[in-house]
């Protein structure tokens, strides 16, 4: 399969590896507006460099590509490519606008062709373990999902993470979108939201962000994002009234750890760690290219995710200027 990357900056890195661990895959095209990004990223992986996706897409039809700008180009980008015919797994969140996440999961419809929103940790096989789980009954009734995605990043409050006409606000867009995948990945669509967004700077996105969801079967996710906490923390668990099941990113490594009345903490095993979660994702894309059944998110899953935060941030009092 000849692939293409769109914007060859932080997270496209990932993505290329990717594409090298499969012998029939070549990265066969990249483009970057900033021209030496381009050109440095495609001496690295042997691809041929272009400065916009409408020059690459004039030369040469890759069989997929994938979107790696920032959430207000998605829109641009993404269209050109499904307008051209060519499948795209498209960097989360799925825009910065709700409107820009409704067209495109508009076109994704119109086209018929493969769209996907790179919502990653699906992908760690404790989710997909933690799925599994509820789906069998193996948890009880599920109550609670509790997920935080906290560290320091202070960088970030001043970087184009927390400007809110590229990014489309601040932390919650960016590491909250993961939770709120995350959450209806394992446990379905979120039916409310209520959520506090925390700000350090004029005119600029949340450094911070707690929100309670609740899904449409009931059960409450207490969800923590920030840029701004001394204390790390990157982890998600689920509190069933016969099992709760726990992964932390930073001790869990290849295991779940089960917790059931009467037994002492069970360590579940798992195939891999969270860190297969990039591979196990490109793996999924080219199979659902060949028509498998896929765990990737949809646009619409994208669309979703994305009139979720925008309801926090209305509630934040941030309107109008955010979609
Ligand atoms: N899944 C994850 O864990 C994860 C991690 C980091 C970033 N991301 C997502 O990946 C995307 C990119 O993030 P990043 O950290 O790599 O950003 P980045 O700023 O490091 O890189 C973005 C690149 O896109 C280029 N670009 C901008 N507009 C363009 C356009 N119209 N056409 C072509 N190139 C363009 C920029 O010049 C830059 O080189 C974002 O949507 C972000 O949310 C996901």
Same mark, same amino acid.
């Given at each position: 399969?000849?692939?293409?990357?769109?914007?060859?900056?932080?997270?496209?890195? %990932?993505?290329?590896?990717?594409?090298?661990?499969?012998?029939?895959?070549?990265?066969?095209?990249?483009?970057?507006?900033?021209?030496?990004?381009?050109?440095?990223?495609?001496?690295?992986?042997?691809?041929?460099?272009?400065?916009?996706?409408?020059?690459?897409?004039?030369?040469?039809?890759?069989?997929?590509?994938?979107?790696?700008?920032?959430?207000?180009?998605?829109?641009?980008?993404?269209?050109?490519?499904?307008?051209?015919?060519?499948?795209?797994?498209?960097?989360?969140?799925? %825009?910065?606008?709700?409107?820009?996440?409704?067209?495109?999961?508009?076109?994704?419809?119109?086209?018929?062709?493969?769209?996907?929103?790179?919502?990653?940790?699906?992908?760690?096989?404790?989710?997909?373990?933690?799925?599994?789980?509820?789906?069998?009954?193996?948890?009880?009734?599920?109550?609670?999902?509790?997920?935080?995605?906290?560290?320091?990043?202070?960088?970030?409050?001043?970087?184009?993470?927390?400007?809110?006409?590229?990014?489309?606000?601040?932390?919650?867009?960016?590491?909250?979108?993961?939770?709120?995948?995350?959450?209806?990945?394992?446990?379905?669509?979120?039916?409310?939201?209520?959520?506090?967004?925390?700000?350090?700077?004029?005119?600029?996105?949340?450094?911070?962000?707690?929100?309670?969801?609740?899904?449409?079967?009931?059960?409450?996710?207490?969800?923590?994002?920030?840029?701004?906490?001394?204390?790390?923390?990157?982890?998600?668990?689920?509190?069933?009234?016969?099992?709760?099941?726990?992964?932390?990113?930073?001790?869990?490594?290849?295991?779940?750890?089960? &917790?059931?009345?009467?037994?002492?903490?069970?360590?579940?095993?798992?195939?891999?760690?969270?860190?297969?979660?990039?591979?196990?994702? &490109?793996?999924?894309?080219?199979?659902?290219?060949?028509?498998?059944?896929?765990?990737?998110?949809?646009?619409?899953?994208?669309?979703?995710?994305?009139?979720?935060?925008?309801?926090?941030?209305?509630?934040?009092?941030?309107?109008?200027?955010?979609?």
């Amino acid at each position: 399969m000849n692939v293409a990357i769109i914007g060859c900056g932080g997270i496209a890195r %990932a993505h290329a590896e990717c594409v090298r661990e499969f012998e029939e895959d070549r990265l066969l095209a990249v483009a970057d507006i900033d021209r030496k990004a381009a050109e440095r990223f495609a001496a690295q992986w042997g691809a041929k460099p272009f400065p916009t996706v409408e020059n690459l897409l004039a030369e040469t039809l890759p069989d997929a590509a994938i979107v790696c700008t920032p959430p207000n180009t998605h829109r641009e980008v993404v269209s050109a490519l499904l307008s051209a015919g060519v499948p795209v797994l498209c960097e989360k969140p799925l %825009a910065h606008i709700v409107r820009d996440a409704e067209a495109l999961a508009d076109l994704a419809g119109e086209t018929g062709l493969p769209a996907y929103v790179a919502y990653c940790h699906r992908f760690n096989p404790a989710a997909r373990l933690m799925r599994d789980y509820v789906g069998q009954g193996r948890t009880g009734r599920v109550h609670t999902f509790r997920n935080a995605f906290i560290g320091f990043a202070p960088h970030l409050t001043t970087a184009w993470r927390t400007e809110p006409d590229i990014s489309g606000g601040g932390c919650l867009m960016d590491n909250g979108s993961h939770s709120i995948d995350l959450q209806q990945f394992i446990l379905g669509p979120i039916a409310d939201v209520y959520a506090s967004l925390h700000f350090d700077g004029q005119g600029r996105g949340d450094v911070a962000a707690d929100l309670l969801t609740v899904s449409e079967s009931g059960v409450a996710g207490l969800i923590s994002v920030s840029y701004v906490s001394p204390k790390p923390e990157a982890r998600f668990e689920i509190i069933g009234s016969e099992m709760a099941l726990e992964y932390d990113y930073a001790t869990s490594g290849a295991t779940v750890t089960a &917790y059931r009345p009467g037994h002492d903490p069970e360590r579940l095993q798992l195939p891999a760690g969270c860190d297969v979660r990039f591979i196990e994702q &490109y793996r999924a894309f080219r199979e659902a290219l060949q028509g498998r059944p896929t765990d990737l998110a949809t646009f619409e899953e994208g669309l979703r995710v994305s009139r979720i935060i925008d309801r926090c941030q209305r509630q934040a009092g941030i309107t109008g200027g955010i979609s």
